[in-house]
């Protein structure tokens, strides 16, 4: 690829970004929030019981800079910290019923936003699109699984 293809890239993942986003953050910043408020309500609505270390793990952010939008969400009551069953000492994440509405909420705009590119973009241009992100972002997940080693057969 040239530079300059390699700069319009960059600037369409830019854009798309900012386009994407721009609904949620409106909608968090009334509440107080931020971006990360989302991804948090995000990531523990896709993985149910997790714990803070493996939260920050899928998030990839350190324990201070998530330590203010958890306590938020907590105070805000839209994640539950329980105990764990088997051992109290170690706590689990979950969403809240209002927690569950509010992340539903913010991601509702985003899903119309890409529904509406995928849809213009067409199924070819998907696959691409998915496989290009799938790259950039090295096979990384979202969800808990991705954290844990396979089963050995």
Do not use: C
Not at 60 to 78: F, I, S
Request: charged share 35%; net charge negative.
């Amino acid at each position: 690829m040239s530079q300059n293809e390699l700069d319009e890239a960059m600037e369409l993942l830019h854009f798309a970004f900012r386009r994407v986003i721009e609904e949620p953050d409106s909608v968090l910043a009334e509440h107080g929030f931020g971006r990360l408020h989302h991804r948090v309500l995000y990531v523990i609505g896709k993985n149910p019981g997790l714990t803070k270390g493996e939260l920050l793990e899928l998030l990839g952010v350190t324990k201070q800079a998530a330590h203010a939008p958890l306590r938020d969400l907590v105070e805000g009551e839209l994640v539950r910290v329980e105990a764990d069953d088997t051992d109290r000492r170690v706590k689990r994440l979950q969403l809240s019923a209002s927690g569950r509405r509010f992340e539903r909420r913010l991601s509702r705009y985003e899903h119309r936003v890409f529904e509406a590119a995928f849809a213009e973009a067409g199924p070819r241009a998907v696959e691409g699109w998915r496989r290009v992100m799938d790259a950039l972002g090295q096979g990384r997940r979202l969800e808990i699984e991705s954290l844990r080693p396979a089963a050995e057969e």
